[in-house]
């Protein structure tokens, strides 16, 4: 499964992922609740085995698909 | 029934030891000086329990996940106020390793791992409670500093902490420091008096222009309560969960011998089927709390996402079964069960805050179904 693919497994779980764009901001929606950033930095790291660390920890990283997955694709090199 | 590793059942063995023999005997002189003992505090920290989520690399143990649980169950069986030390040191401990700089572990984590520096976590405040994030204290950022103000309440340990993670309002964003008690402007005043968890020294604190190093920010401006605060809450349930379950069990083991020694009508109590009753919703009851628990505690070593709720319903269900037990077993001993002579009275008195702290259990009511209704299809 494609990194897209697998977030969107992951938010799936969470929200309905057929109401959210790849550009749409999760948070500013409200369709997540105050665990959920701690969920998705978990879900990131066991999922693609990075370390999310402080230098990463910027709301523009998280709040979109399309951010999660450049991040994801940065942190893997 | 989950199955222990040889090293976890080694580990069990070696707590229910320590406890029974260091901690179990104190547990009524530190809940009547309100005090923990300083010499069982040393033992703790020679055999290494401070340092039990510490990576070794900074000279903690490195538990794994269902050894801290089992822990801290054997712990809170012994004394909930001791157990209480081991969760907010802790949480300290997880959010600097977390979150943490590589100075800032490399010089902060050695030394909570070893003892040397008790760490207590400041969030909570007057008007700030379940609202954590309407807290005022706020942090001002000044040349390389920052300046420290407001209050802090209710914070466990605060008494004989050595270093605190304070969270306040930078830019008007919840944001973690460390907070050393010598910091000037830093006031510490003890709070006593409690219904339960008298040894947990709580304290009161006052920070009047508390002056800190840039180096002592954790993680991230903003990041404060989202991330930092919430890992270590999160640490912060599980151990209290494990701590109910232990708490129960010390009730049940209790309440089983008085059963079977305590005589009325010609017959041992436990003949009495009222009484089997409550024995059998005990037992019941405190191993499904230790399976949610152990449940959690393998999610938890296995970074699984969903841990996080699940810890979130462990302590739910362990915090109000841990209630109902010791309500139970005060009420199996009688008019002992009131008396001072014996444990039963400080078990259902330590059990009351397990409802209240790290989420009232109304906060879990809440988010769990609010999380459900959001997963459902």
Redesign the interface.
Known sequence: MRVKEKIKAFLAKHVNVNEIEDTDNIFEKGLVNSLFAMQLVMFIEKEFEVEIGNEDLDLVNFRTINSIENLIVRKKG | MVKLTEMQKELQYEFKEFVNDNVSPLAKKNDLNEVLDESLIKKIIEKGYLGSMIPRKYDGREFDSISIGILNEEMGRGCSSTRSLLTVHGMVAIAINK?G?REQKEYWLPKLAKGELIGAFALTEPTAGSDANSMKTIATEVGNSYILNGEKKWITMGQIADVFIVFAKLNDKATAFLLPRNTPGLTVKSMGDLLGVKASMLAQLNLENCIIPKENLV??E??GL??VG??SL?YGRYTIACGCVGLAQACLDESLKYCKERIQFKVPLGNQQLIQKMITEMTVNIQAARLLCYNAGNLRE????D???ETWSAKYFASKMVNDVSSNAVQIFGAKGLSKEFSIERYFRDARVNEIIEGSSQIHES?IA??ML??A?
């Not at chain 2, 296995?302 to 996402?305: F, Y």
């Open positions: 979150w700089s993680g991230k903003g990041i989202s991330h919430l890992f999160d296995a970074s699984d996402p841990s996080i709720m988010l609010k999380n959001m997963c299809k």
